[in-house]
């Protein structure tokens, strides 16, 4: 069974950078790829950034281009998200996620991800 662990929530002022972790374990874990989401209190869970098994290719919310930046590990079983220039909108709880999205499209959704963790908070005070 694949677990998915995510740790580096925390609290920050706005402008400033956080970096999230995610750690797979399990079967297989080597051919999923590996994506990040979010939630705000009242909001629906929305697509953050998604990162391909090998770590070659990479897409982004438009909200967050260009402000983070999601990486493989060398050794393929964990992601990290780097996030800098941090806003109050970006606050919400932020939660990896690990599949085998059959399109480019459904990576960028929820239904390309069987996996998940239990989400980190984010909060960025203004």
């Known amino acids: 069974q694949m677990q998915v662990l995510e740790s580096g929530g925390g609290l920050v002022q706005t402008g400033g950078s956080l970096r999230l972790s995610c750690t797979l374990s399990?079967?297989?874990?080597?051919?999923?790829?590996m994506a990040w989401f979010r939630q705000a209190p009242g909001n629906e869970r929305e697509f953050v950034a998604t990162?391909?098994?090998?770590?070659?290719?990479?897409y982004y919310s438009t909200s967050v281009q260009g402000r983070f930046t999601i990486s493989r590990g060398d050794a393929k079983n964990t992601a990290a998200l780097q996030m800098t220039r941090l806003k109050p909108e970006d606050t919400a709880v932020y939660y990896c996620?690990?599949?085998?999205?059959?399109?480019?499209?459904?990576?960028?959704?929820?239904?390309?991800?069987?996996?998940w963790g239990q989400g980190t908070q984010v909060t960025v005070s203004s």
């Open positions: 990162v391909n098994w090998s770590g070659t290719s990479a």
């Open positions: 399990g079967p297989s874990w080597s051919s999923y790829d």
């Open positions: 996620a690990a599949g085998r999205p059959w399109t480019e499209a459904d990576g960028q959704t929820e239904n390309g991800y069987s996996y």
